[in-house]
């Protein structure tokens, strides 16, 4: 299983990006798909998770800013992020908790992450 992250960048204080983030390889099903955020010499922030059922949490630092979003006939996950602030970069980076079959089994696969850069 692999999953290829895209759509980071360079915006000013205010823009917005739309992080994708698509899974490929043998996959029976994908349950929570999340994205994290890391800054270097921090440790790496959860920031927003959606279920296989459509439920979403964010960190508080993004409420109301940023919205997670799957499309899950792709294996894909989104994040849009408005408002954007300098304090909002980071490399981000999806996770997904993929169901494969033969055996039954479950692992957390990790994107490559994708830099944001937020000027002010």
């Known amino acids: 299983v692999q999953l290829q992250a895209s759509g980071g960048g360079l915006v000013q204080a205010g823009g917005s990006l739309r992080l994708s983030c698509a899974a490929s390889?043998?996959?029976?099903?994908?349950?929570?798909m999340d994205w994290y955020r890391q800054v270097p010499g921090e440790q790496r922030e959860l920031v927003a998770v959606i279920t296989n059922g459509g439920s979403t949490n964010y960190v508080d630092s993004v409420k109301g800013r940023f919205t997670i979003s799957r499309d899950s006939a792709k294996n894909t996950v989104y994040l849009q992020m408005n408002s954007l602030k300098p304090e909002d970069t980071a490399v981000y980076y999806c996770k997904m908790g993929v169901i494969q079959m033969r055996p039954i089994r479950r692992n957390d696969y990790w994107g490559q992450g994708t830099q944001v850069t937020v000027s002010s």
């Open positions: 390889g043998s996959i029976l099903s994908i349950d929570d």
